[in-house]
C-alpha cells in the first residue's frame, strides 16, 4: 500500500516564509515546554472513525478540519497559515486488525510495503516512545503543480487504535532546489518540535 499525500499541501502552502525556521522551531519548542498548548481532540472530528485520542500543539499554532475521507485536521504554525505543519489522517477500522497487537501489525514486511510512492527515504523503524507504539517513516518527497514545486521533508508517525490506522504526519517544507546544508538545517530545526508534539499523545 502507498500513502496518499493530498494536494491539498500544496493549496494550502500560499506564501513565502518570511521568519528563519529555527526562530520558529525554537518559538513552538518553548511553547509546548511551558505547557502553552491547545489540545486537538480527534473526538470532535467528523472523520475520527473507530479512534479517540489527543494531542497538544504550541498555542500560537492554528487548526483546520477537513471534510474528506482519511485526511482529519492540519495544524500549522503561524495560526494555521504556516508552512511547517502536522497533517493528521485516519483510515476506516479493519477488523482484521483490531484484535492483533502492534509488534504484529508493524512487522519487517509491513515496513517494506507502506512507503510513499516516488518518495526517497530516509529510515523506517519500529518505534514505542511513551504512549506511542507503532512505526515511523522519515522522507523526502516532492510534488508538483505547475508552476509550483515543492519540496518536503516528513517524519510521519503510524500506530493504530480500534481497527484503524493513524497517521501523524509532521510536515517541513523544503527549498525548491536541493541544498543540503539549508535543508539538513531546516529538518535538526523541527526535528525536536515534532518529538515534543509526539509526547503529548493520549489514548482514550
Known amino acids: 500500500m502507498n500513502l496518499h499525500h493530498s494536494i491539498v499541501l500544496l493549496a494550502a502552502i500560499v506564501m513565502p516564509c518570511a521568519v528563519f525556521a529555527d526562530e520558529i522551531a525554537s518559538a513552538a519548542l518553548s511553547e509546548v515546554a511551558c505547557k502553552k498548548t491547545k489540545t486537538f481532540d480527534v473526538a470532535s472530528a467528523s472523520s475520527r472513525g473507530p479512534t479517540n485520542f489527543e494531542i497538544r500543539y504550541p498555542e500560537s499554532w492554528g487548526m483546520s478540519e477537513f471534510a474528506r475521507p482519511s485526511l482529519v485536521a492540519r495544524i500549522a504554525s503561524a495560526n494555521g497559515e504556516g508552512i511547517d505543519s502536522l497533517m493528521i489522517l485516519v483510515n476506516r477500522g479493519n477488523p482484521k ?14 515496513l517494506s510495503k507502506f512507503e510513499p510512492e516516488g518518495s526517497t527515504i530516509i529510515r523506517k523503524e519500529r518505534l514505542k516512545e511513551g504512549a506511542f507504539d507503532g512505526v515511523v517513516f522519515e522522507y523526502l518527497v516532492e510534488q508538483s503543480k505547475p508552476p509550483i514545486k515543492v519540496r518536503t521533508h516528513v517524519t510521519n508517525y503510524i500506530f493504530t487504535q480500534n ?7 509532521f510536515y517541513v517544507l523544503l527549498s525548491e532546489k536541493a541544498n543540503k546544508y539549508a535543508d539538513d538545517a531546516r529538518i535538526a530545526a523541527f526535528g525536536p518540535v515534532w518529538k515534543a508534539m509526539l509526547s503529548t499523545l493520549k489514548l482514550k
Open 97 to 110: 486488525i483490531k484484535e492483533l497487537t502492534p509488534d504484529k501489525i508493524f512487522t519487517p514486511d509491513f
Open 163 to 169: 481497527g484503524a490506522l493513524v497517521q501523524l504526519q
